[in-house]
């Protein structure tokens, strides 16, 4: 089993949908958590990391961390065409390193 | 203020060479860490170097190794290439923090025939 488990897509939705993301881990000493964006044959981009559980709002992005359920989440609010991409969920422990889900393919349709 | 720089951003080799990639982190942070993705396996950690030691190591085998010189910038070498190497290489960098905020790099495509 994985440490990080990444609900596969890909994932279609039309414009101005509210859309969620979801991680499970195993590990619970991760502490970190992270989403990225990447775009194709681009770098991963930081969106959005949260260290406690709870909701942490940026724009139409909303991060939300239950350690109890080990579970985290990412929703996009009026999503746009221009977040087609893939979402990757990140987390860290004490070791320093990121640990990876898998990635969400999205894509948001005119 | 200028991003993590890779270079070269593509590269072609055959089994059996070896290959180095080169990255610039951005100005004043001292760690930099090297992920390797592929299709199949996802994003994997490789190491991470700080101050020119390195600091933390994935399951990968020797045949992957790096180096971090007195600037910061560090190179990562993989020997007897096998086509399974076949990956987009990232380098991340961050500054020295309990929370370690990785900024990625744009990657060196990896073809191996």
């Known amino acids: 089993q994985k440490e990080v488990e990444q609900d596969p897509g890909p994932l279609s939705v039309p414009e101005g949908a509210i859309v969620s993301l979801n991680c499970t881990y195993s590990?619970?000493?991760?502490?970190?958590f992270m989403w990225y964006r990447q775009y194709s044959r681009k770098g991963p981009e930081l969106l959005m990391y949260t260290y406690s559980s709870g909701n942490k709002e940026d724009g139409r992005f909303t991060a939300q961390v239950d350690k109890s359920s080990k579970y985290i989440s990412l929703f996009i609010r009026d999503s746009q065409p221009s977040d087609s991409a893939t979402y990757l969920c990140?987390?860290?422990?004490?070791?320093?390193?990121?640990?990876f889900g898998s990635g969400t393919q999205l894509t948001v349709l005119p | 203020k200028a991003g993590v720089t890779q270079t070269p951003r593509y590269l072609i080799k055959t089994r059996g060479q070896q290959v180095t990639l080169s990255c610039s982190p951005i100005?004043?942070?001292?760690?930099v860490s090297w992920y390797q993705q592929t299709p199949g396996q996802g994003l994997q950690f490789l190491f991470e170097?700080?101050?020119?030691?390195?600091?933390n190591k994935g399951n990968f085998p020797g045949r992957f190794s790096g180096r971090q010189f007195s600037n910061s910038r560090s190179e990562m070498n993989v020997s007897t290439l096998e086509l399974g190497d076949s990956a987009l290489y990232l380098c991340a960098s961050s500054r020295d923090s309990t929370y370690n905020e990785q900024f990625f790099g744009p990657g060196t495509r990896l073809t191996v025939l």
């Open positions: 170097y700080f101050s020119e030691t390195q600091r």
């Open positions: 590990n619970s000493a991760f502490q970190y």
């Open positions: 100005s004043g942070h001292r760690s």
């Open positions: 990140a987390m860290q422990g004490s070791a320093r390193q990121l640990t």
